[in-house]
């Protein structure tokens, strides 16, 4: 089992950066893929960001390529997902989730713990 907390989230003018993080508990962090998604009101869960167990492959959704960059840090048990040049669609709620294959994926189905999420607004 793995529970994961999501922190940093929080109001932000459009143009700037928050750097979100999702702790994650258990001894197995470093074997999981994990990966950043986000729901805005009214509108399906989508995929953000992906990470292998390494940190050594990474993927994005088209939307955020080139703004946002996922890391983690498995000495710290801990995934990261910086956003820069944040803009007022990018308002949502952000999930961290694991998945119990290492490598990646975009299908949220294919993950297996969630965390409760974080809310991301940026104001125009």
């Known amino acids: 089992q793995v529970q994961l907390v999501e922190s940093g989230g929080g109001l932000v003018q459009a143009g700037g950066s928050l750097r979100l993080s999702c702790a994650a508990s258990?001894?197995?962090?470093?074997?999981?893929?994990m990966g950043w998604f986000r729901q805005a009101p009214g509108k399906e869960r989508e995929f953000v960001s992906a990470?292998?167990?390494?940190?050594?492959?990474?993927y994005y959704a088209d939307s955020v390529k080139g703004r946002f960059t996922i890391s983690r840090d498995n000495t710290k048990n801990t995934l990261y997902l910086q956003m820069n040049s944040l803009q007022p669609e990018d308002t949502a709620v952000y999930y961290c989730?694991?998945?119990?294959?290492?490598?990646?994926?975009?299908?949220?189905?294919?993950?297996?713990?969630w965390g409760q999420g974080t809310q991301v607004t940026v104001s125009s």
């Open positions: 990470i292998n167990w390494t940190g050594g492959s990474t």
């Open positions: 989730a694991a998945r119990f294959y290492s490598d990646i994926s975009y299908s949220s189905s294919s993950y297996d713990f």
């Open positions: 258990g001894r197995t962090f470093s074997s999981y893929g």
